[in-house]
C-alpha cells in the first residue's frame, strides 16, 4: 500500500475533501449529471458518450471538481437509466444492461414493474456505495495488484467469463458455445484492433465499421421479441403472467446483491469489459447458488439484484486505476482521464497528497451521486412502471420507432437500422431454435479485447 494512505494527513485530506462538499454549485451540477446519465440511459443508441461529448467543453469553465463531478455523475446515472427499458420493454439500454433484462422484463410482464424497477434502483445503489467505500479502504492495494495481471491475466479473465456463461445459461452447453462462436465471429469485421488494418469489411457491404454494438443489442432483445410477438400472436398483458411471478425474498436479494457488489468491484478495476463482464457472472452465480434455479429466466429476483449492482459497483471500482494509477479501464474512463488533463489534475499514487480536495470531494461526490440515484430511481418507478400497463397494440409501434431511430443514432447512418433489421430476423430464428443470445452478445463485446490481450501475449512472448 501507498505509504500516503497510511499517513495521519489522510484525515486532514479526507477533512478538506468534505468541506469542497459545501458548494450548492456542486451538489446541482451532481444532480444534473446523475439525472442527464439516467435520461441517457433510457434512450438505447445514445448513450454516455454522446451526452458526455456533448458537455465536456463545460470543463474549461466550471471549476475542477464539479465538472469531473457531472461528467461522471452521467457515466454511472446511465447504467441505471439502461436498466428501465430492460425492465419495462426489454430493450437495453447499453451492454452492461443486458444481463438486468433476463428476469426484470419478466417481472414487469408479470405485473411486478414497479417492485422490480425499486429493486433494481436500490441494488444499484448498493452496488455503488459498496464500491465506494471499497475505493477508500482497498482500491489503492487492489488497483495495483491489477497491473500485475497483464494482457494474460485479463484474457483468462474474460475467457472465464465466456466459459462460465457457456455452462450455466439456458440453450444448453452446446448451443451456448455455438452462440459464443457466432458472437466473436460478429466481432471480427472492421478494423483489426492490434493493428488497425481493415478485414472482413466485404466491400459493398460497407462494414469498415464492423458490426454495431447499438444495432446488435436493439435487434436481438428489442426488434427480436417484437417480430415474434407479432408473428406469433403471443402478446400477453401484464395480468395474464401474474401468477407465474415469485414472491421476493428480501433477505436473498438483498445477498444477491452484495454478491454483485463484490463481483463488479473486483472486475472494475481490472480493463476487461467489467460491467458486462461482472453483470453476466453475477446472474451465473445466482443461478448456481439458487435452490430454484427453475425459476431464472423467468423473474428471479436474485438474478435482477445481483447483475443490477454488479454493473454500478464496476462502474465505481474504475474510478479507482484511473485516479491512483492514470489507467482507464473503459472509454469513458478515458474521456474522462482527457478531462482530468484539461483541468489540470495528474492522476497517480501521490494525487490525495497532492491534491486532497479534488481527490476526496470527488470520492464523496460518489457516496452524493448514489444518494441522488437512490431518490431519482425510486421517485420515478410509479412513473416508469405505469408506462408497462399500456396495452401491445399501443406499445409496439414506440418500440419499433425506438428501436430504429437507436440504431440509426448508434451507427450513424442507415447502416444501423438495416444490421438492426438483420439482427431481429436472427434474433427470431435463434429463438425458434431454443437459443440464448446473451452467450452471443458477451462474446461480441469482449472479442476485440480478448484477440488484443491474446495478441499481446503472444507478441511478448509469454
Known amino acids: 500500500m501507498d505509504a500516503s494512505f497510511a499517513d495521519p494527513s489522510l484525515f486532514a485530506g479526507a477533512w478538506t475533501g468534505l468541506s469542497a462538499m459545501a458548494s450548492p ?23 454516455p458518450p454522446a451526452a458526455m461529448a456533448l458537455l465536456f467543453p463545460l470543463v474549461y469553465v466550471l471549476d475542477p471538481l464539479p465538472g469531473i463531478a457531472l461528467l461522471a455523475g452521467i457515466f454511472y446515472g446511465a447504467k441505471y437509466g439502461g436498466a428501465v427499458t430492460s425492465i419495462l420493454i426489454g430493450i437495453p439500454g447499453e451492454a452492461d444492461a443486458v444481463a438486468t433484462l433476463f428476469e426484470g422484463h419478466p417481472l414487469a410482464l408479470g405485473g411486478k414493474a414497479r417492485q422490480a424497477l425499486s429493486v433494481a434502483t436500490m441494488a444499484s445503489f448498493t452496488g455503488g456505495v459498496s464500491a465506494s467505500i471499497g475505493i477508500v479502504l482497498l482500491a489503492p492495494v487492489l488497483s495495483g495488484a491489477a497491473l500485475f495481471l497483464g494482457p494474460g491475466g485479463r484474457a483468462a479473465i474474460m475467457a472465464c467469463a465466456l466459459l462460465l456463461v457457456a455452462c450455466t445459461g439456458p440453450g444448453g452447453f452446446r448451443r451456448n458455445l ?89 472486475t472494475g478495476l481490472v480493463p476487461c469489459g467489467a460491467g458486462v463482464t461482472a453483470s453476466f457472472a453475477s446472474h451465473a452465480l445466482e443461478k448456481r447458488l439458487s435452490r430454484h434455479p427453475e425459476r431464472f429466466g423467468k423473474g428471479a429476483w436474485e438474478g435482477l439484484a445481483g447483475p443490477e449492482a454488479s454493473n454500478n459497483a464496476a462502474a465505481m471500482a474504475s474510478f479507482a486505476p484511473l485516479l491512483l494509477l492514470g489507467l482507464p479501464t473503459n472509454p469513458i474512463m478515458a474521456a474522462l482521464l482527457g478531462a482530468l488533463t484539461v483541468v489540470g489534475v495528474a492522476p497517480g ?57 437507436g440504431s440509426y443514432v448508434g451507427a450513424d447512418g442507415m447502416s444501423g437500422p438495416a444490421q ?28 476485440p479485447r480478448l484477440e488484443t490481450h491474446l495478441m499481446q501475449t503472444l507478441l511478448s512472448g509469454w
Open 178 to 266: 455455438a452462440m459464443i462462436f457466432l458472437g466473436l465471429a460478429l466481432a471480427l469485421p472492421g478494423m483489426d484492433p492490434v493493428y488497425g488494418e481493415a478485414r472482413l469489411t466485404f466491400g459493398q457491404w460497407r462494414l469498415s465499421g464492423g458490426v454495431e454494438l447499438t444495432s446488435l443489442l436493439l435487434g436481438m432483445f428489442g426488434l427480436g421479441d417484437l417480430l415474434d410477438a407479432l408473428m406469433s400472436g403471443s402478446q400477453n398483458t401484464t395480468s395474464e403472467r401474474a401468477d407465474s411471478v415469485p414472491a421476493l425474498n428480501r433477505f436473498s436479494t438483498i445477498m444477491a446483491a452484495l454478491r454483485g457488489s463484490l463481483i463488479g468491484f473486483v
Open 420 to 447: 438492426c433489421v438483420l439482427f431481429g430476423a436472427l434474433a427470431v430464428f435463434l429463438k425458434r431454435h431454443a437459443c440464448s443470445p446473451a452467450p452471443l452478445v458477451l462474446a461480441f463485446v469482449l472479442g
Open 349 to 405: 499514487p501521490s494525487l490525495p497528497n497532492e491534491q486532497p480536495a479534488f481527490y476526496w470531494g470527488l470520492i464523496f461526490c460518489l457516496f452524493l451521486g448514489n444518494a441522488f440515484l437512490l431518490l431519482l430511481g425510486l421517485g420515478l418507478a410509479g412513473f416508469w412502471a405505469r408506462l408497462a400497463r399500456l396495452p401491445f397494440r399501443l406499445l409496439w409501434p414506440a418500440v419499433l420507432t425506438l428501436c430504429l431511430t
Open 25 to 47: 454549485e456542486l451538489w446541482l451540477l451532481a444532480l444534473a449529471g446523475v439525472f442527464l446519465g439516467m435520461t441517457v440511459g433510457v434512450l438505447p443508441g445514445f448513450g
